[in-house]
């Protein structure tokens, strides 16, 4: 439980916050579930309070094992999320062409999301272990650690996900202390790389990827086909207007306009029935998320607390910036769910856990003068 | 402690670098709300306008016709419920398996399937590809729907014929407008696949049959499937008409004509009411009217006998001997002749080379006018004919409503021929003949006239010299109002002629059924009056020769005319019968003029009771 020794108001603040974006997520799942329902069928915003309660758990086992303990076993866990990613791409389940679930019993489990925070972990430590060292360890081992991962994730394929992959290593490397000379030869390298790479990633994509990131340039030369989702997308936002249409008159989530809006576009069906009044306030949610994480960061007792919260923060921030931005019409259309909103079990849970680790950081940095 | 401040500093580092990612990422959402605000707010009508344009979905509502009753009230035709199949060529998947499916579910063949389907030229256009379903079938295409994508099974209301082919010709048919009709201005604004009128009844009172199509508003899902009505303007459905035709006259008429061509026509003559317009052979315009099919319409097209046609007014036809009512009219008219004026009639009546001959062999020693109407002698009124002159007869015809159009309230009224040398000389070029005036006058040669408008002008002599205009429909009920509207009978104007020469024609039309050549028309409970008529089909004059007519081919055979009224004194119905290709009209034509006439006689006390009014 959290410490009721030091009564911090901090910690309540940022349980608060993140309560509340959990809150008005369940809201907009529960508007877009269909009624009736068919028998036997439990309806998805009391299956996303069931993941609420799980994630629940999981948030206050991360805030209770010390990280530096976690921290110790992180190659550990990053070896097995290897395992389950050649496991999930060997036999999982299949939906439009990509392999990214396993079925346990009734539930659908997504071994790439629990590999971001994985990921952020290992990097951390890995960072932590090496101060002062040479651009070669300070960037290539770090990012042979994170191929393999990278690879798996590209191979089912996921594109959104292995785009947070490759965000978080890079925002890792960047904080973890790259000197600004070391920075400026990476980034000339990655820029004279990017025309073999674009070839070698655009050919590997799948078709329907491809078409998604053709038409989010221009959503109306197919608009009943491959532009439908972004198109439908930003006409639910923009028909919200400032003041949102409400629950019952947002005919575009309502009536199915909008595809999955329940999980990659809840966004937009937020931004439908609340407006740009009603998103402002979910964005200033998110502003002091990330506020408060980036704090709890800024105060970590050591480097292994501080580039743990970099990182959870820009994994979070990752998804969170591509989600909006892909239903605003600014990003292509990538399968990234939005933190704390989307309806998955995967995704809360993680992201729940993910949080716990952050407030595991701050409560840590007070032993260290004990 | 060295180790110490280099660890330290080193930590600073990392908090330095990572309020560079803190304040990254709030101006990311900064730049996000800034897109929000030009999305929601700058552009939120237009969105909003799409989302609405998403949701709602308009609906045409199709109006059920009018119903059409006869003068009694008897129903002649309604609508009724019909699953039609319809496929959109564009949403087809699989066309081999549809074309499999739909053979194997309702037995329609697989070629003619795919017939259709190439045949059609805007793909997102549906096609009716057959109707009148049975339920059954409906169910079977229903269930499969899913798989058998572009196919649409639905349910619409279906115009029905009660009676069948019975009065086909009067009532005409339904089908979809077509681009040509489109053009005429009573069809002009109609929509594609719009129900019209095509011929008949239907056609010419298709503006109040069609009524007013409605208009349903309604919230569609992102399926398109109803949610919410949103809006309903409700469809008015067509007025109903009253036709003034008779049923059970109508049936007695049809089933007399049987199985031989020909028309029958049966007028009021106080008002031209149409009580009876029979065609043969008719048609059923329920097959017509369920959408035609390339085989059928080639099959109806081809067929020699031309069922579409009504001959009532559509077949021109040489009035024979009927004609020599005009002509003695014509003679009574004129200081040439007169009732008295005697001519000795030897069978044969020379002429330049040529001998015209009576029908009569050895013919009927000498005659005066009354005489030569009751015997139908023909060269009494070759002599007539002589005297007067082609133009003199032609405009006395004219008076009779001959070579006009009668102005009845159907659609492609042909208005036979009335010759004259002017019109010899406009339309053949050529000066006429006086061998031309001879034929003439016994209603031979280029004279033609339809039955409808020897109904009329039998009828103009039967109550003393009124033409009226034909009327089909006595009144309109419209639905809106419940308003029942007569409409009344329309005189065209007296024909100019004297008194006497009515009298001199009843008198002499009364003595051709009692001691004349329309003896089969005599009846024993209704004094009847008429003439007969024989006209020489254009080969049969070939075949004169033979005097035996069973010997002679059906084709060349004459036509059989009878004109008739009833009673003589005090006149209610007049008829013009015409049976194809058959012989003497005092044969084939007068029985069925008589049985007609005696049929509607029966109780036409109670036919005058059932007014319309009194019905309603």
Redesign the interface.
């Known amino acids: 439980m959290i410490d009721t020794r030091s009564p911090d108001s901090f910690e309540w603040r940022f349980v608060l916050v993140a309560l509340g974006i959990l809150a008005l997520g369940v809201i907009s799942i529960y508007s877009v579930s269909p009624s009736p329902l068919s028998k036997g069928q439990t309806p998805l915003y009391a299956k996303q309070l069931a993941w609420i309660l799980i994630g629940l758990v999981a948030f206050l086992a991360a805030v209770a094992i010390d990280y530096h303990s976690l921290a110790r076993h992180a190659y550990v866990l990053y070896g097995l999320t290897l395992i389950l990613l050649v496991l999930v791409v060997v036999m999982g389940r299949s939906s439009r062409g990509a392999q990214r679930w396993f079925a346990v019993g009734p539930f659908a489990f997504q071994p790439s999301e629990v590999a971001k925070l994985v990921l952020v972990l290992v990097l951390s430590k890995y960072f932590a272990d090496v101060?002062?060292a040479g651009w070669i360890q300070r960037v290539i081992v770090p990012g042979l650690i994170t191929l393999p991962g990278l690879l798996l994730i590209l191979k089912q394929p996921d594109l959104g996900t292995a785009m947070s992959f490759t965000f978080i290593f890079v925002?890792m490397v960047?904080?973890?202390?790259l000197h600004a000379k070391a920075l400026g030869l990476g980034v000339l390298f990655t820029s004279m790389l990017f025309p073999f790479a674009w070839e070698l990633i655009w050919t590997s994509l799948h078709d329907y990827q491809r078409d998604r990131i053709l038409t989010f340039w221009d959503p109306m030369t197919d608009p009943a086909g491959k532009g439908y989702h972004a198109l439908?997308s930003?006409?639910?936002?923009?028909?919200?207007?400032?003041l949102g249409k409400g629950l019952v008159e947002a005919?575009?989530s309502r009536?199915?306009?909008l595809?999955e809006g329940h999980t990659d576009f809840i966004f937009a069906v937020f931004?439908e029935q609340w407006?740009?009044i009603g998103?402002?306030v979910l964005?200033l949610l998110?502003?002091a998320l990330?506020?408060l994480a980036?704090e709890i960061?800024?105060k970590a007792k050591?480097?292994l607390g501080?580039?743990l919260a970099?990182g959870i923060?820009?994994m979070v921030?990752f998804c969170?910036?591509v989600n909006?931005?892909m239903t605003?019409?600014?990003f292509p259309i990538v399968g990234i769910p939005l933190p704390l909103m989307s309806y998955g079990g995967t995704t809360t849970v993680t992201s729940m856990a993910a949080l716990g680790l952050l407030l595991n950081v701050k409560r840590r940095r007070l032993t260290l003068f004990y | 402690m060295s180790r110490f401040t280099t660890q330290h500093e080193d930590f600073r580092n990392l908090q330095r670098r990572l309020l560079y990612l803190r304040t990254g990422l709030l101006f990311c959402l900064l730049l996000l709300s800034a897109r929000l605000w030009y999305l929601q707010v700058v552009k939120g009508p237009y969105y909003r306008e799409l989302a609405e344009q998403n949701r709602v979905r308009t609906v045409d509502l199709k109006p059920a016709r009018g119903l059409i009753f006869d003068r009694h009230g008897e129903l002649l035709a309604n609508n009724v419920p019909s699953f039609n199949l319809y496929l959109t060529v564009e949403d087809i998947r699989d066309r081999e398996g549809l074309a499999a499916a739909l053979e194997e579910l309702i037995g329609l063949p697989r070629a003619e399937t795919k017939k259709r389907l190439v045949q059609q030229a805007k793909s997102y256009v549906p096609i009716l590809l057959k109707s009148g379903l049975t339920l059954r079938e409906a169910a079977l295409l229903e269930g499969r729907r899913l798989e058998l994508t572009g196919l649409r099974v639905q349910a619409e209301s279906q115009r029905n014929y009660v009676q069948g082919p019975l009065g086909s010709h009067l009532l005409g048919y339904v089908g979809e407008v077509s681009p040509e009709q489109q053009e005429e201005p009573d069809f002009a604004g109609l929509v594609q696949g719009s129900i019209v009128g095509k011929s008949g009844v239907e056609k010419t009172y298709d503006r109040m049959l069609r009524g007013k199509p409605g208009e349903k508003t309604i919230e569609v899902d992102a399926r398109g499937n109803e949610r919410k009505i949103v809006a309903v303007v409700e469809q008015t459905p067509g007025d109903d008409l009253y036709l003034s035709l008779n049923l059970r006259l109508q049936r007695l008429a049809e089933s007399l004509l049987g199985a031989e061509s020909g028309a029958i026509v049966a007028l009021d003559p106080r008002n031209s009411d149409v009580l009876v317009m029979a065609s043969s052979p008719a048609y059923d315009p329920n097959v017509l009217s369920r959408g035609l099919t390339p085989a059928l319409w080639e099959q109806i097209a081809s067929d020699t006998r031309h069922p579409l046609t009504n001959r009532a007014l559509q077949g021109q036809y040489p009035p024979g001997s009927t004609f020599k009512i005009m002509v003695a009219s014509a003679a009574l008219e004129s200081d040439k002749w007169s009732a008295d004026t005697k001519v000795r009639c030897a069978g044969a009546f020379p002429s330049g080379k040529h001998m015209f001959k009576d029908w009569k062999k050895g013919g009927h020693g000498v005659m005066d006018l009354y005489h030569a109407i009751v015997q139908s002698c023909d060269v009494y009124f070759y002599n007539v004919g002589q005297r007067l002159g082609i133009d003199t007869i032609a405009e006395t015809a004219r008076l009779f409503g001959l070579g006009q159009p009668t102005g009845i309230d159907l659609p492609s009224e042909r208005i036979g021929v009335v010759p004259s040398t002017e019109w010899k000389q406009r339309v053949r070029k050529e000066p006429w003949y006086v061998g031309e005036t001879i034929s003439a006058s016994i209603g031979q040669g280029y004279i033609t006239v339809t039955p409808l408008q020897m109904a009329v002008a039998i009828g103009a002599v039967s109550n003393g010299g009124t033409l009226h205009r034909p009327r089909l429909v006595r009144a309109v009920r419209e639905r809106a109002t419940g308003r029942l509207q007569e409409f009344p009978s329309v005189e065209r104007g007296p024909v100019p002629l004297q008194e006497d020469t009515f009298h001199f024609l009843q008198d002499a039309l009364r003595e051709v059924v009692l001691h004349g050549t329309g003896g089969r028309a005599r009846s024993r409970s209704i004094s009847i009056a008429g003439k007969t008529g024989t006209a020489q089909t254009v080969a049969a004059r070939v075949t004169q020769l033979s005097t035996d007519e069973e010997a002679i081919p059906k084709q060349f055979r004459d036509h059989a005319w009878f004109v008739a009224y009833a009673p003589a004194e005090e006149p209610q119905i007049a008829v013009a019968v015409l049976v194809e290709n058959t012989g003497h009209g005092g044969t084939y034509a007068a029985p069925i003029a008589k049985a007609l006439i005696e049929e509607y006689m029966k109780d036409s006390d109670v036919d005058d009771r059932h007014q319309i009014a009194g019905q309603l």
């Open positions: 101060q002062r925002s960047l904080v973890g202390g439908q930003r006409i639910a936002i923009g028909s919200g207007g400032l005919t575009q009536l199915k306009f595809p931004a407006g740009f998103v402002f964005f998110f502003a990330i506020f980036s960061a800024g050591d480097p501080l580039l970099a923060l820009s921030g969170l910036m909006v931005g605003m019409g600014i």
